[in-house]
T-cell receptor, first 112, second 116 residues
C-alpha cells in the first residue's frame, strides 16, 4: 500500500541502537498523551500512554518521557529492531474532552 | 475477525459523487472515532460517537460530511458532493472505555478515498 508519511522527518538508526523520537505538543491544558506506531498501509497501533501527573513511564523496550514545562514528549525505544521501522505519532488529549490531536509524525528507519 | 473492520479498503470516485464508508468496530466497544489522514500528516479527528450519539462532531470539515451509528455498533461516514480535496485515508477507531477519554484506541486499516 501507499506509504504513510513520505515527507515526514526521518530518524535512521542501526539495529540494536537506542532510538529517541520527539514530539512537541501545543496545548498546555493537555493532560493525557499516547504514542502510536503506524506501519505502511495500516492504522495506528497503540504503544504506550502517560498522564500529566507522571514524567516517565516504561513499557516493554519503550519509555515515554513528559516535560510539561516545555510541552515536550519523547519516546525512547531500546535495542531498536527492524520491525520497529514505522511512522510514530504522538497524540495529545484533555481528559474529559478527548481533543484527539495527533502530531505530524516521525519516520523511524532501522538499518540492519 | 477480532479487529476494527473498514470497507471498502479503496474507493475511487468522481468529483461531485456521494460516497459511504463503513466501520465495524470491535464487538462491545462503545466509543467509535472517525479520522482523516492525508499523506505525510497525522490523523485528523472528524467525529466521536459514544453509543449511538455523536458526542463530538467538531472535526467534521463542513456540512458535506455526516456520520451515523444508528444501533451503537456499525458506523457509516457519508460524504456528499465529493471534492478532490476529500482524497485521503479515512480511519476508524474504537475503544471499550465508556468515557472515551483515556485508553487505547484500536484502529482499522482505513478506507482510501480518491476523488478524481
Amino acid at each position: 500500500g501507499e506509504s504513510v508519511g513520505l515527507h515526514l522527518p526521518t530518524l535512521s538508526v542501526q539495529e540494536g541502537d537506542n532510538s529517541i523520537i520527539n514530539c512537541a505538543y501545543s496545548n498546555s491544558a493537555s493532560d493525557y498523551f499516547i504514542w502510536y506506531k503506524q506501519e505502511s498501509g495500516k492504522g495506528p497501533q497503540f504503544i504506550i500512554d502517560i498522564r500529566s501527573n507522571m514524567d516517565k513511564r516504561q513499557g516493554q523496550r519503550v519509555t515515554v518521557l513528559l516535560n510539561k514545562t516545555v510541552k515536550h514528549l519523547s519516546l525512547q525505544i531500546a535495542a531498536t529492531q527492524p520491525g520497529d521501522s514505522a511512522v510514530y505519532f504522538c497524540e495529545e488529549n484533555m481528559i474529559g474532552r478527548r481533543a484527539l490531536t495527533f502530531g505530524s509524525g516521525t519516520r523511524l528507519q532501522v538499518q540492519p | 475477525g477480532a479487529g476494527v473492520s473498514q470497507t471498502p479498503s479503496n474507493k475511487v470516485t468522481e468529483k461531485g459523487k456521494y460516497v459511504e464508508l463503513r466501520c465495524d468496530p470491535i464487538s462491545g466497544h462503545t466509543a467509535l472515532y472517525w479520522y482523516r489522514q492525508s499523506l505525510g500528516q497525522g490523523p485528523e479527528f472528524l467525529i466521536y460517537f459514544q453509543g449511538t450519539g455523536a458526542a463530538d462532531d467538531s472535526g467534521l470539515p463542513n456540512d458535506r460530511f455526516f456520520a451515523v451509528r444508528p444501533e451503537g455498533s456499525v458506523s457509516t461516514l457519508k460524504i456528499q458532493r465529493t471534492e478532490r480535496g476529500d482524497s485521503a485515508v479515512y480511519l476508524c477507531a474504537s475503544s471499550p472505555r465508556t468515557s472515551g477519554s483515556t485508553g487505547e484506541l484500536f484502529f482499522g486499516e482505513g478506507s482510501r478515498l480518491t476523488v478524481l
